[in-house]
């Protein structure tokens, strides 16, 4: 299957989940979708049979409102059973409302509180440094998420300490919580800012999962400069009235809209 | 009697742990001299990463470091470690159960005259809130280096208050000693002083004040919070039916609060005063001696409590 198709089907599995649920963070879902969906079906070097393995390539979301997103991809690369989906923010689920690493397996770090997995992920990809593993590590943000002061301190340590097998990836959907990030906290020139603080800027089409996969082959991550890439996405993208809507970042589809979306992802 | 700074004991520590084949990596945040890391940064530079004067950094850089395999201490002042760093230590550490030993150095009023923004009177009040936090307030010399032994040696999150004052081994520290028992500095069937961590060496001191008042004092110094055996306070209050708290620390949430709730959810009516930080104030910018002679949590101020009660 390509990497489009399991982009789709992981957009389906968000309506279902998010719908069957009640609740949900449906926009930050379907902006994050082909990020995921690049990484889990292409980019890392991991897999459900050696979750332990210390060598394997690690991924923190660090965006942990986009928790479900990230559980439909893991049912989909076959770390979840699809059934465990229906119990989603359930009492006891498997997949509660953000990530914890002792209920999903796949999980790294639990997130939920913004700005604390950019610095773990440092500190991940200066232990494969000290240990002479060759492991990479990814983590997503949220752009809004930017804001937080804690991951500017965490961007000085990873240049500091040449961390080239680190990719800091930004959803840069432009909405937040309450409105467009401009029009709450600035964050332009963001791509300036990161260079500024030692990164090699990449800035690719977040929805494109091919194009993310691509750019995301060709880092040289023996490199001695961590690497950013700025993803332009579309929060919501892949259902033409959850589209860069603010209303939509913690809703879900209901009633007719259900249908509707599912129709939209085909 | 041999004194000894308690970071010094700490740092050995790490030392012996190194050698014992424990994959230790010391985290501090432009605190090499607060933590007075330079024996061991000079026998393992590459077991020591400055973040830099970031301590959210820090608790985080420690989390990921923990995952990637490593057992991981962080080191620098208690005020900017819990205060600064609460939401990563409840996340990052706690809640995500990284094998991160944190070290709040200097605790207390041991900054004395750089005042509040330099004082910890809060850290065991936040650290006994969250879930997964083993809490330890070792009292001399070998009491920290066995609780910094006993922290490396035990997978997960941990706490670690370290006094930089300068003190001795308490008596009986040839003796057997459990990291979360209480260990006995005078025996009597008056009145039951607990002193926590360091304050276990004023209680000690006012014990002898009180002797000679004819007062008998059952005097204990405690070394941990969580886990703590509570059956030598529960017979010792048993017997003497009154319990002063001893603690560099808020009387909020410390060693007074936590006997506080044991004697109310043990159903025992006995007098209780706490002493520490009054509930709801700041300590003053202050010496530290003046500060503990202000809080009456010196060996003058405590048989005097003890003698009001």
Avoid at chain 1, 15 to 44: K, P, Q, W
Avoid at chain 2, 39 to 63: C, W
């Amino acid at each position: 299957m390509n990497l489009e198709k399991r982009a789709a089907s992981i957009r389906r599995r968000i309506i279902t989940m998010n719908t069957h649920a009640g609740a949900g963070h449906t926009g930050a879902d379907l902006s994050e979708t082909d990020i995921l969906t690049a990484l889990y079906f292409h980019v890392l070097d991991i897999d459900p049979d050696r979750l332990n393995d210390p060598n394997r390539d690690r991924f923190i979301l660090s965006k942990g409102h986009g928790a479900g997103g990230y559980y439909c991809t893991l049912a989909e690369a076959g770390y979840i059973d699809e059934a465990q989906l229906e119990s989603y923010l359930q009492a006891d689920s498997l997949c509660p409302g953000h990530p914890v690493r002792q209920k999903t397996p796949g999980v790294e770090v639990n997130t939920g509180a913004l700005g604390h997995g950019f610095p773990i992920a440092c500190g991940l990809a200066l232990a494969a440094r000290k240990s002479g593993r060759s492991y990479r590590t990814f983590c997503l943000c949220g752009d809004g998420e930017m804001q937080e002061g804690s991951n500017w301190e965490a961007a000085m340590t990873a240049s500091h300490f040449k961390l080239g097998n680190l990719v800091l990836i930004i959803d840069r959907n432009g909405l937040q919580l309450a409105d467009r990030t401009g029009n709450i906290m600035e964050l332009e020139p963001l791509g300036d800012k990161i260079r500024a603080f030692g990164f090699t800027l990449n800035e690719v089409n977040g929805n494109d999962p091919d194009a993310v996969a691509e750019l995301l082959e060709g880092l040289d991550y023996s490199a001695d400069k961590p690497h950013a890439v700025i993803a332009k996405t579309i929060k919501g993208r892949g259902v033409s009235f959850i589209e860069d809507n603010p209303a939509w970042h913690h809703r879900v589809p209901m009633g007719k809209e259900i249908a509707m979306a599912i129709e939209e992802l085909g | 009697m041999e004194l000894k700074d308690q970071r010094t004991s700490m740092v050995d520590s790490f030392i012996e742990a190194v050698s014992d084949g424990i994959e230790l990596m010391v985290v501090v945040s432009d605190s090499t001299s607060t933590s007075k890391i330079k024996p061991f940064a000079e026998k393992y530079p590459d077991r020591v990463i400055n973040v830099g004067i970031a301590e959210q950094n820090l608790i985080g850089i420690s989390a990921g470091l923990a995952l990637g395999g490593f057992v991981v201490v962080t080191a620098n002042a208690a005020p900017f470690l819990v205060a600064r760093s609460a939401e990563q230590v409840k996340n990052d550490v706690a809640y995500t159960n990284t094998n991160v030993k944190m070290m709040g150095l200097n605790p207390g009023f041991a900054y004395g005259s750089l005042g509040p923004t330099h004082h910890s009177i809060e850290d065991i009040s936040m650290m006994r809130s969250l879930g997964g936090m083993r809490i330890f307030t070792p009292i001399d010399p070998s009491g920290t280096a066995m609780a910094v032994g006993h922290v490396l040696k035990t997978n997960g999150p941990s706490y670690v208050r370290v006094d930089s004052g300068v003190f001795p081994d308490l008596p009986d520290s040839e003796g057997f000693r459990a990291v979360d028992d209480p260990i006995r500095l005078s025996e009597g069937g008056d009145i039951t002083i607990l002193g926590l961590g360091t304050s276990a060496h004023a209680v000690l001191e006012a014990s002898g004040i009180l002797a000679k008042n004819g007062i008998n004092v059952d005097g204990w110094g405690i070394p941990s919070i969580r886990p703590l055996n509570m059956e030598p306070i529960r017979k010792s209050v048993k017997k003497t039916g009154a319990v002063i708290t001893v603690e560099a620390h808020s009387t909020h949430g410390g060693l007074g609060s936590l006997v506080a709730e044991f004697l109310s959810d043990e159903g025992m009516a006995v007098r209780l005063k706490r002493l520490g930080a009054s509930e709801g104030v700041f300590a003053p910018a202050s010496p530290r001696l003046s500060i503990e002679k202000k809080f009456m949590l010196d060996p003058v101020g405590i048989a005097e409590a003890a003698r009001i009660m």
